[in-house]
């Protein structure tokens, strides 16, 4: 049950991503929030958030799901820590709630559900390698999350910085973009 959940909110998550590259002027909207930091120059942090599936879909009807790519286009790896990062995200009313990058720990039931294959692929990075970009997976309580985010902090404690993603890189609230 809890495996079909997940594959389901994976499948929404490409199919709107999708659906964002060969848009046809319909009346969907998408927000984008991309974020980027003088200090961690030339890596970018990106999400885009369908609002009526964030709000529609939980992952074992607890949680809703971001997914944040980091691009990395430095020669330098960039270090991850699932113990000292953190995400919080905020809405338009200022509510803030921080994210779980470390959901085996949280959900162990739920976690040995999935397959080896897909725990690879939802486990928070040690690494984003130089030259290279990974997916992240941020889970956020679904009881006190019931709007669409606009801002999105993104502390990585191995640079000890935190990257504002939002509007024009971090600076306002999230792009809506016509799909």
């Not at 820590?81 to 200022?94: H, L, P």
């Not at 309580?141 to 935190?162: E, H, Q, R």
Request: proline share 3%; hydrophobic share 40%; net charge negative.
């Amino acid at each position: 049950m809890h495996m079909r959940i997940l594959v389901f909110a994976i499948g929404v998550f490409f199919t709107t991503f999708l659906s964002s590259l060969f848009a046809n002027g319909g009346s969907d909207k998408t927000v984008e929030l991309e974020g980027m930091s003088n200090e961690l120059a030339d890596v970018v942090f990106l999400t885009r958030i369908d609002p009526e599936i964030f709000l529609l879909t939980a992952v074992s009807d607890k949680y809703r799901v971001l997914c944040i790519t980091i691009e990395n286009n430095t020669s330098a790896d960039l270090d991850l820590s699932v113990d000292k990062d953190s995400v919080v995200a905020e809405t338009d009313s200022g509510h803030q709630q921080s994210g779980v990058l470390d959901i085996y720990r949280r959900e162990p039931a739920f976690w040995d559900s999935l397959s080896q294959q897909l725990r690879k692929k939802v486990e928070y990075p040690k690494t984003v390698p130089s030259n290279e970009q990974e997916i992240i997976f941020v889970f956020f309580d679904k009881s006190s999350m019931d709007a669409v985010p606009i801002k999105l902090s993104y502390t990585i404690g191995s640079v000890n910085k935190t990257v504002t993603i939002g509007q024009g890189g971090g600076t306002g609230p999230g792009k809506t973009t016509a799909e």
